[in-house]
Structure formats: structure tokens, C-alpha cells
């Protein structure tokens, strides 16, 4: 397929102003979460279930042949002529001939997202034969000419409205904007369909390859039809749809229909194995008939990741779209900007395998990695790590952009030279400058200080103040070496001096190596692992030569990327084991300090200080599993703590995508706002210098009476000097 | 009338499934705008079904035989009512699609989810089962099983070929602006008259 080079940035601020689309998916991200919850009350554990789903997938894509061999030879045994498809071009010629060979002229189809991935109607209507897409939203979207925007549910971006003037269109009379009258003209109309076509496509949920049977799960009937009336059924399904047995459809079916649309069980679920009787009507009169059956088995690049040992991993994905639903940037742009024909993360992962890395290139960059996905996910899919992993495969194989390369070899991986620019943009920073914030840029800069403003670098970085913060402890508990990172140390020293204060008041010696650089994220998630492994190196040299007993970050990521060194030099004879040994050191300040608190008894509800709430930072909650002790901590400071809605879901700044896609960042936040003004809260807390970031840059424009601090922070007022 | 129900039977559980399950089944059948009728016997099975037919005022109903109707003596029923009853496979195949009911048997229930599974390996069944406005399917309430994974215990002893599947409601779409919509492609209306008599024989 050409790859036309797509404008995202223009794509998204369109799709912004879309309030149809807006609204719609709004509305849906407030409600799935609920409702998934609701249905899956009844389920038992859902991790039992979530992990049952992951293991029945990984046995299987090992002996993905041996079971694709089965499954070929069972519904070859019951009469399926099953045909092997490496490409989407051997369906359609496939399709065509077999087509012509039978004379079939009108075609009906329910749902498969693998005809949508070949772009199969459109193929076969321009042979000549008359092709149908029964599933309403389906139908809606070919209507449209559009693409589905959601797997699950296709036409999530359309109104009624925009609905009833495509049915206007196609059925040439005046259809009014009322769904249930519209959903009856449907029936209406496909129902004649239905009756005169001669052949039936349907998609597949699962293949069983102990009995060779297909199963589809569907509300609105039309797979029943589909695969009833016409003489002729072809099922198209791709090889990550194969399980070995009967009972594992069930473990599949305990999950998906929860999570796809908080359903227990569809209205539908349907087996098939074989062909089955189907009424033909033979010189006028109905008689019964053995059903011609065909199954095309789909690679299409599939078999590929199959034997890739990182993104087998995709094999788990039984297309409920909760990825999607629970994602912020989907959930502000939908699926026609964040994807290519699969949608969100795992379309991002599913096109490069499936429609390749160009098609990948173009939208990948959405993902934030904010790692919401991972949580409701049946089949345990490390979807943001699986993007990190195919950055990292694309920047080996063709490097980074010219600029890129230039600022990490030069800048980056040189420390000296990269604090001296940071330094240098304290001082250049300060025309814009209004006391610590930054809240007008110039020209083409000013999107970014639109809604936020931006830090300013401190006048004095932390590290020119450790000799003034360091206090002498005689006999100290721990020798602690604090790594600071980049936004701790050049835009909130304060937060430093407070983590100092903090681990000082518990008897604990602390350390700032001066050769430590940045953690080196930034880097890794360009895809750059040759300039992180130097970056890594020079941390650990940095940190380990002051011998201390624990390392100390205040920041999530940095953590973290700390403990990440160990499997990012694991093959480094010379580095390796002391990364391994510098990992086992690292600790997140929350966490650690929570647990001396809790040694000496501090770890206790005080009371009597301000209305506090706090935000989880999402590698903080879903990377490093804390999200109690930072709340044990601020309640041990006396502050009342207040829930505020969604505290775990992303502020939108990760990084860079935060400065490259403002636009997009910036709905994000001002989500992460509205929420922290509903609390009535006077103190929004986290404990990522990220996220303080994007935060006290919202709160400085939209709600300038709440001030942001890290938990550190807090803390550190309690103790007195 | 079709011949797969007695294997369905084979490898019912004994344990852990019956009729006490009932009230679930019903609750979640019912959640999912089904129509639930529990009754004793055949002539209140025979009442029920007369009653529907009333309410939706049928003239043409195709019917799949199974042993809770012929017990019941359903079809007897609806043709002394004035109902034009089809149930030859090539007669429902004409007649299916204007039908204003369509009736079947199922072989059991599903409490955690309040479907019902069906083998529809028959296309007359399939066709009585999706064309109608109107589904009724006859059940034994003693045949409910707790779970999906009991279900499948069952499934997996028996489907080697053929067509079955589970049934939840009537058809549905949420497709337009995520409004629930009853009544898409397949019946609008979903009933399951539900028998404590086992029937013994049948008339066949």
C-alpha cells in the first residue's frame, strides 16, 4: 500500500475542533471505566481472569504452526476448503476467483477488522461485485466513505445527525436524526440483502484448531445472517485468532465481552465448525442444501511477529478496544488521527507488523506511554513498552533525524555541555520571564505558553547549592546519594533542598555526585539505546564512586531509568554487573522515606494542616506499583487529604510530546486541572518533577489560588531548621 | 423435529446445576431485556406462549419442534387459535422473513450471564431463531449451569461439527451515539418460556 506522508499535527488540531467527535468520545472515556467495572462484578478475579487469557495466548503463539496445522486439518476433515493467505492481494485474488467460479454477484459482510486492514470491499467492488457491510456502524462508515475510528465501535465519531444524512443519501428519501427510526430503516434495508446474496463473509473472534470452528461474538444478529443464508460463507481470519481448544474459547469469552462493551455476554456468540445446511431455492422451490464453506487463514506479516520473541506478544490481543477507551489522547482525537486502520497504541504496534514501519512512523509518536492500557488490558499487553521497543528497532535501523543526532552526541551525552546551555538558558530565558514562570513565548513558541506556562531554569541550579544545604551528620543511619535529574536540579532545586532536609532530619548522610547527568529517558524514548547506554555509564560511574547505600531519585522516571541500566548494559562485560548492583540500590523517595517514617513511628495521620490532593504520576502508580505511601505522607504532615476524580489518569506532559503536540497536551491538562479544582484542595501534591511541571503551569493559568508541590515538599515544611 | 437434543443432555453436570440456579439466570436474562416466564407445566407453558401471541397479535408463526413443545402441544395451540403455523424446513424458509413469531427449544441456561445455548445445527432452527420479529424459546429451568466455564465443560463433550451458540437477549446495537437499540437484524423481542415439568416422551 503507498504511504502517503500524513500531517499529524494539522490532523489533531482539526480533529480538536470537532465537537461531534469531542463530545462523543468524552462522554464514552467517563463512562466505560464504570460500566466495564459493573460487568465484570459477577466475573470472579479479574487478574485470574487477565492472567488465564495472557498464559492460554503465550502457550499458544508458541506452537502457533502445530496449532494453525490443526485447525487447517480439523475443518479441512469436515468439509472447509481452508486457504492459507500470505498477503492481503492472495485474499482478494482468492476472493475474486472464487467469486467468478460460482457467480456470485452480491456479497454481504459482518464485521473483520482483517477486510478492513486489506481494504477487501473496495477490492471486490471494483470487480464488479456487489459488496455489503451489514454491521450498522459498519454500514454507517462505508456509507460515509470513511474508515472505522474505533475497533469495537466504528461510527463512535458521528452524530445522529450526521448519520441520518448519509442514510438520506443512500436510501434517496428524507431519514430524520432519530436513531431508533434510523436502526429500522437499517433492518429494513439490509434484510433484503440478506435474502438475495450469495455469499457470506465474516470476520472471526476465535478458531479453534481441535475442532476447526470459528466463533464470532456480535449484538446485532448479522453474523447470524451472514453466515445463514447466502449458499456460501468465507470466513477471513488471521492466525492470532487460533486457540488450541473448545474450553479456551471460554477463558476468551469470560473476558472480552466485559471488556469490549461492559457486556456480560453478547446478544450473539456463535460456533461453526463445518459446513452446515442452508436452504437454496432451486426452480422456484426452497430445498436444503450442504453450504459451501471457505476459510482463509490471514499472515499479512503476522507469522512474523509470531516469531519475534518481543512482539509475539501481540498474539494476546482479542480486539476489545479497552486499550482505547481508557487512553487521554484517544480519547480526545479518535481513531482516524491516532491510527492507521487499527487504532491507539496496539494499532500502533499492529500496523508496524501489518501494514509496516512507514505507516507506524507517522502516528507512533501518540503514544505517551502514560501506561493506562497496561491496567485493562485482558490480555496483559505491554503495549507503551512494545512502542518503546519498535522506536528503539527503527532508530537502529536508520538512525535519528539529523538535528536529533547532532543535540544527543554533542549535547546530551555530553554533561558538561549540556548543563553549561541549561545555565546559559537561565539567563536567555529572562525577557519572557515573570517571577519562577514563564508565560509568554514569542511567535512560533507561543502555543507552548499558551494554556501553561513553562518553568523557568532557577537562577541557581541545585548543585551549586549542596554545600549550603548539606548538613553534617555525625553518625548517620544510611549513606544516601541523591539523584536529582535534570528538572530537580535546574527547575525546582527547591524540591531538592527539600528531599535533602527530608533524608537529613532521618539521620541519613547525603550525597550529590556532581558527575550525574541526565537519567537518560528522553533519549531511550526516541528510540536512541546506543547514546542512553553512555548516559547510563556515566551515571553509574558518578553514583557508585560515592559508595553509598542507597540512591535516592524523587522523580518516577528517573528511578525508573536508574534500575533500567541493569538490562540496558546487560551485555556489557565491562558495566553490566555493576549496573545490576547499582540497580539493587535505587529507591523512589516516596516509598523510602514512608518506610523509615513507618521504622520510627511518623508514619501517622497528624491532622491540622492544609486540604491537600494528590496526583499520581503514571509511572509512579503503574511502573513502580506506589501510589499508598505518598499518601501515608502527607497524611503524616497533618494535611487533609481529598480525593480528586481520575488522580491516576496522565497530566499529559511525558516528556516530550508535551512540548512537540501542545495542542494535544493541553486538553489533557486542563481535564487534570478541573479535577483538582473540584476538590477544593489548596495544595495539588505529586511526586514527579514532570508532572510539576505541566501542572504548576496549568494551575499558574487556570487556577493560580492552588500551588503545586512535590511531596518533599510538604515534608520538609513539618521540619524544623 | 430436530434429533440433538438428547446429546446436549449426555453431559449435563449433576452437581453444582439445576433449577436453584434459576433465579440468577432469570435476573440476568431479564437485565438484558429478555422476557422471562418460569411456569410448572405444560398447559401454563401452553398459556404463556398464547398469551405472547396475543399481545403481538401473530397470524404466522414458524416453529422448530423440541420436547418441552411438543409437550405442550404448542402447535396444536397456535392453529386453533387462528395462527398460520409453518414447520417444514422449505415452508420456513419462505415463510420465516414475514413471520411474526418464531419458536424453538434450547438446551440450557446460563445463570452468570442469563444466556441460553442452542444447537442450530437445523437451518430451520437458525432460521426461526434470527428472521422473526418475535423469538420464544422453550427451556427446562432444572437446566441451568452457574457459568461460562461450565458451560463450555458441557460444549466441549459434545460440538465436534455443526452450528451452535448462546443467546443473550434480543438483537442489540449501540451504534449511533452509543444508544442502546433493541431490535437491529435479528428479533426485537426475546422470550423464554421456562418448564419445571420435565417432559416425559413427548408426542413424537
Known amino acids: ?126 470487480a464488479g461485485i456487489s459488496t455489503t457491510e451489514t454491521d450498522l456502524g459498519e454500514w454507517i462508515v462505508a456509507l460515509a466513505g470513511q474508515k472505522p475510528s474505533h475497533m469495537v465501535m466504528p461510527a463512535i465519531h458521528l452524530s445522529r445527525f450526521q448519520v441520518a444524512e448519509y442514510f438520506s443519501k443512500e436510501l434517496k428519501t428524507d431519514i430524520p436524526p432519530d436513531i431508533a427510526f434510523m436502526v429500522q430503516a437499517a433492518r429494513k434495508e439490509l434484510r433484503e440483502k440478506f435474502l438475495r446474496a450469495d455469499m457470506g463473509i465474516s470476520g472471526a473472534n476465535f478458531g479453534i484448531a481441535e475442532n476447526g470452528a470459528i466463533g464470532l461474538v456480535t449484538n446485532e444478529g448479522n453474523a447470524r445472517m451472514v453466515t445463514t443464508l447466502p449458499r456460501i460463507h468465507v470466513v477471513l481470519i488471521g492466525y492470532e485468532k487460533l486457540i488450541p481448544t473448545i474450553t479456551d474459547a471460554a477463558t476468551i469469552l469470560k473476558v472480552l465481552p466485559r471488556s469490549a462493551t461492559a457486556q456480560l455476554m453478547t446478544s450473539y456468540m456463535t460456533m461453526i465448525a463445518g459446513p452446515t445446511p442452508a436452504m437454496v431455492k432451486r426452480d422456484g422451490k426452497w430445498v436444503e442444501e450442504e453450504k459451501e464453506m471457505h476459510i482463509i487463514l490471514l499472515d499479512n506479516g503476522r507469522l512474523r511477529a509470531a516469531r519475534d520473541d518481543k512482539f509475539k506478544e501481540i498474539y494476546q490481543c482479542v480486539r476489545c478496544a479497552s486499550c482505547l477507551n481508557v487512553c487521554p489522547v484517544y480519547t480526545l482525537i479518535g481513531g482516524h488521527v491516532y491510527g492507521h486502520i487499527y487504532a491507539g497504541g496496539i494499532g500502533a504496534i499492529l500496523t508496524a507488523f501489518l501494514h509496516g514501519m512507514k505507516e507506524f512512523e507517522q502516528f507512533h509518536e501518540l503514544c505517551i506511554g502514560c501506561r493506562r492500557c497496561t491496567t485493562v488490558c485482558p490480555g496483559k499487553i505491554d503495549i507503551p513498552g512494545l512502542i518503546e521497543e519498535l522506536r528503539i528497532r527503527k532508530v537502529r535501523e536508520k538512525g535519528l533525524p539529523f538535528v536529533i543526532r547532532k543535540a544527543f552526541d554533542h549535547v546530551i551525552s555530553n554533561r558538561r555541555l549540556f548543563h553549561s546551555l541549561l545555565r546559559l538558558a537561565a539567563i536567555g530565558q529572562k525577557p519572557f520571564q515573570d517571577g519562577r514562570l514563564i508565560r509568554h513565548l514569542p511567535l512560533f513558541l507561543a502555543g507552548m505558553a499558551k494554556d501553561r506556562s513553562l518553568p523557568a531554569i532557577a537562577d541557581v541550579p541545585l548543585r551549586d547549592r549542596i554545600a549550603k544545604i548539606t548538613k553534617k551528620i555525625d553518625k548517620p543511619d544510611r549513606r544516601v546519594a541523591f539523584f536529582s535529574g535534570c528538572t530537580i536540579d535546574f527547575v525546582f532545586p527547591e524540591t531538592g533542598e527539600s528531599v535533602f532536609k527530608v533524608l537529613q532530619d532521618l539521620n541519613m548522610e547525603v550525597l550529590f555526585p556532581e558527575g550525574q547527568s541526565c537519567c537518560g529517558k528522553p533519549v531511550i524514548a526516541l528510540g536512541d539505546v546506543e547514546t542512553t547506554k553512555n548516559i547510563a555509564r556515566e551515571n553509574i560511574r558518578a553514583l557508585m564512586e560515592m559508595n553509598p547505600d542507597v540512591i535516592i531519585a524523587a522523580c518516577p522516571t528517573c528511578t525508573e531509568s536508574l534500575r533500567h541500566y541493569a538490562e540496558l548494559l546487560r551485555e556489557d562485560p565491562e558495566w553490566g554487573s555493576k549496573a545490576e548492583t547499582m540497580a539493587k540500590k535505587v529507591r523512589e523517595f516516596c516509598s523510602f522515606v514512608a518506610e523509615e517514617y513507618g521504622k520510627r513511628g511518623r508514619l501517622t495521620k497528624t491532622g491540622g494542616g492544609p486540604k491537600v490532593t494528590y496526583h499520581d504520576s503514571c509511572h509512579m502508580k503503574r511502573v513502580l506499583m506506589i501510589d499508598q505511601e505518598p499518601r501515608q505522607l502527607l497524611e503524616a504532615a497533618g494535611c487533609e487529604l481529598v480525593e480528586m476524580k481520575d488522580a491516576d489518569k496522565c497530566c499529559g506532559m511525558s516528556g516530550i510530546f508535551g512540548v512537540k503536540y501542545a495542542e494535544l497536551s493541553m486538553p489533557i491538562l486542563e481535564q487534570k486541572i478541573a479535577n483538582i479544582r473540584e476538590t477544593g484542595a489548596e495544595i495539588a501534591a505529586c511526586a514527579c518533577s514532570g508532572c510539576m511541571v505541566q501542572i504548576q503551569g496549568g494551575l499558574d493559568k487556570k487556577l493560580p489560588g492552588v500551588r503545586m508541590k512535590h511531596v518533599a515538599d510538604i515534608l520538609a515544611e513539618k521540619i524544623k531548621d | 423435529m430436530k434429533t440433538t437434543h438428547e446429546i446436549w443432555k449426555r453431559h449435563f453436570p449433576a452437581e453444582n446445576s439445576g433449577v436453584h440456579l434459576f433465579p440468577e439466570f432469570e435476573m440476568r436474562a431479564k437485565a438484558v431485556s429478555g422476557e422471562v416466564f418460569r411456569v410448572p407445566g405444560a398447559a401454563e407453558a401452553r398459556e404463556a406462549l398464547i398469551q405472547l401471541v396475543d399481545t403481538v397479535q401473530a397470524r404466522k408463526a414458524v416453529v422448530v419442534e423440541s420436547p418441552l413443545q411438543e409437550a405442550a402441544g404448542i402447535t396444536a395451540a397456535l392453529r386453533s387459535r387462528g395462527v398460520t403455523v409453518y414447520t417444514e424446513a422449505a415452508d420456513i424458509a419462505a415463510h420465516a422473513d414475514t413471520a411474526d413469531i418464531g419458536i424453538s427449544g434450547v438446551e440450557f441456561g446460563i445463570a452468570e450471564t442469563g444466556s441460553v445455548f442452542q444447537d442450530g445445527y437445523d437451518i430451520a432452527t437458525r432460521l426461526v431463531t434470527i428472521l422473526p420479529p418475535l423469538h420464544v424459546v422453550f427451556l427446562s429451568s432444572a437446566r441451568i449451569v452457574p457459568g461460562i466455564t461450565e458451560a463450555f465443560d458441557i460444549i466441549s463433550r459434545s460440538f ?29 423481542r426475546f422470550a423464554i418460556i421456562a418448564v419445571d415439568e420435565e417432559p416425559k416422551g413427548g408426542h413424537a
Open chain 2, 160 to 188: 465436534d461439527r455443526g452450528y451452535v451458540g448462546l443467546i443473550t437477549g434480543p438483537s442489540r446495537t449501540a451504534d449511533i451515539e452509543r444508544v442502546l437499540t433493541i431490535g437491529v437484524h435479528g428479533p426485537s
Open chain 1, 1 to 126: 500500500m503507498e504511504t502517503e506522508t500524513r500531517n499529524l499535527r494539522k490532523e489533531i488540531s482539526e480533529k480538536l475542533k470537532d465537537e461531534t467527535l469531542r463530545d462523543a468520545l468524552g462522554r464514552f472515556s467517563e463512562a466505560y471505566p464504570i460500566a466495564r467495572a459493573k460487568a465484570y462484578e459477577n466475573a470472579g478475579d479479574i487478574e485470574t481472569l487477565r492472567d488465564a487469557l495472557r498464559q492460554m495466548k503465550i502457550d499458544t503463539v508458541a506452537r502457533i504452526g502445530e496449532v494453525a496445522d490443526r485447525f487447517e486439518a480439523e475443518a479441512t476433515k469436515r468439509g472447509v476448503r481452508v486457504f492459507r493467505a500470505k498477503t492481503g492481494n492472495d485474499v482478494k485474488e482468492y476472493l475474486v476467483n472464487l467469486c467468478k467460479e460460482k457467480g456470485v454477484q452480491r456479497i454481504v459482510k459482518s464485521k473483520s477488522m482483517a477486510s478492513e486492514e486489506i481494504d477487501l470491499s473496495k477490492h471486490l467492488e471494483t
